[in-house]
């Protein structure tokens, strides 16, 4: 069969699966030529390893200097009657391929990071097949939901402001529009219930089954991902229900950090640049921030994906020769500095203040913005050739 892309407002209904491989290429590529990590991690889980920071942070180390063997959970789906299965499957598969090419070990798991059985299976695997030891742990989903531990109840994340509603103009990435909307106020259930979900809690209690399970190796080092972003933006992101939820992981991090460091380990939370992923491209008025940002960035020849943010972050903060990690007054580490550069947002500034529904994909990047979410899903990619005939049996053949 011959795969065109299918997509529904922000959310991609199928992958290229030659595309996927072709993008976990491009980034191997790009970490291999670019400054490498040293003393790196060398056996390392990642938490929501198939797409976005987590699948980046997995290629980076495996190939950036690092030479690690890695674990990834992530949930996906492969093809079936249904379809032809997310990117992230595909990914997970033709990473683990280029990664036993080299000689490394990349388990997949696939299924709810958030269920007991899942975190059995891998502390299972850790000791029988992995070395028994772990010398990082990313912890990088991004969900919507999230069962109580306790109660099997679903927590369900609400992506709203704290105060006032702000009402501005949002991307359709189907109908190639801008749609003005409001992003309405949580209730104060809404705002747990997101805490619940985006913020620490499921880190901390990944770290504690780890610990507990004696799989963490002296000195082992825990890190999540952040986003706090522009004063533009706070109305939307850091004083709104993810701002709260990313608070409570920042302080998560603190609390691990002292847990850890009963066996020389350390935590922290990177705070990360805003990119388009799957996840992001929900979150309602944020994308003129993302298409001015591109388009500034670029200009300045400053514009970075989660590749080269993954790279940057373990080659020049987290390994290397420092004798600690470099952070701000609140203890986390700011790979986001060149978004917020002065320079970066004045600019930024300016061209939001001119973004409207008939003219953002002239002032903005929308194309930059559009390529990326496509070539997420393994679309537009330079070098495949789509009229090439997928077979689907042989897609079925391939297993995570
Ligand atoms: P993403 O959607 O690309 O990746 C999410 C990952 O989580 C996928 O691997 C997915 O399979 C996995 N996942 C989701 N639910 C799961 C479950 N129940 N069990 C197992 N795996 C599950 O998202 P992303 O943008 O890379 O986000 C990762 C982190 O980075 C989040 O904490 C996010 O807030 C943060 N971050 C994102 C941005 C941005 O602009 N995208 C910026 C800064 C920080
Ligand atoms: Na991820």
């Known amino acids: 069969m011959i795969i065109k892309p299918i997509v529904k407002g922000v959310v991609a209904r199928n992958a290229h699966p030659t595309g996927c491989k072709q993008a976990i290429i491009n980034q191997i590529n790009y970490v291999k030529a670019e400054k490498p990590i040293v003393n790196g991690a060398k056996k390392v889980l990642i938490l929501g390893a198939s797409s976005g920071f987590g699948l980046a942070s997995r290629i980076s180390l495996a190939f950036g200097g690092a030479s690690a063997d890695t674990i990834g959970v992530s949930f996906e789906r492969g ?11 595909y990914n997970n598969i033709f990473f683990r ?28 695997y850790i ?50 529009t801008m749609e003005q909307m409001t992003v309405g106020t949580a209730t104060d259930e ?34 999540a991902y952040s986003y706090i972003g522009a004063k533009s933006t706070y109305p939307i992101y850091h004083q ?23 066996i020389g380990g ?37 514009h970075e994906g989660c590749i080269e943010q993954m790279q940057r972050l373990f080659a020049q903060r987290v390994y290397g020769d420092k004798s600690a990690i470099p952070v701000d007054n609140q203890r986390l580490i700011r790979i986001d500095d060149w978004e917020l550069d002065a320079g970066v947002q004045s600019e930024v500034d300016k061209l939001i203040a001119k973004i409207a529904p008939d003219n953002f994909a002239l002032v903005g990047d ?10 997420l899903n393994g679309f537009e990619l330079p070098g495949v050739d789509y009229q090439a005939r997928v077979d689907f049996d042989s897609l079925c053949q391939l297993q995570p």
């Open 79 to 89: 093809p079936s009657e249904k379809g032809i299965g997310t990117a992230g499957w």
């Open 97 to 124: 391929e280029e990664a036993e090419k080299q000689g490394l070990i990349a388990k997949n798991f696939v299924g709810d990071a958030f269920s007991p059985q899942t975190r059995e299976q891998v502390i299972d």
């Open 127 to 176: 000791k029988s097949e992995f070395g028994g030891k772990l010398d990082l742990v990313i912890y990088s989903l991004a969900t919507g939901v999230r069962p109580d531990p306790v109660t099997g109840e679903l927590w369900r994340s609400s992506i709203k402001t704290i105060g006032e509603p702000v009402t501005g103009p949002t991307i359709n990435i189907e109908t190639d």
């Open 190 to 223: 809404e705002i747990d219930a997101t805490e619940k979900v985006m913020g620490g809690d499921d880190w901390a209690s990944w770290i504690e089954i780890l610990s507990e399970a004696d799989v963490l190796d002296k000195g082992c080092k825990t890190l």
């Open 240 to 262: 709104g229900t993810l701002g709260r939820a990313k608070t409570h992981l920042h302080a998560t991090g603190d609390m691990l950090n002292n847990k850890l460091a009963k």
């Open 266 to 302: 350390t935590a922290h939370v990177s705070v990360c640049k805003a990119l388009v992923t799957k996840a992001s491209v929900y979150i309602p008025a944020f994308s003129p921030y993302i298409l001015a940002l591109y388009k500034v960035m670029k200009e300045k020849g400053l």
């Open 366 to 375: 929308y194309q930059g913005y559009k390529t990326d979410f496509m070539q």
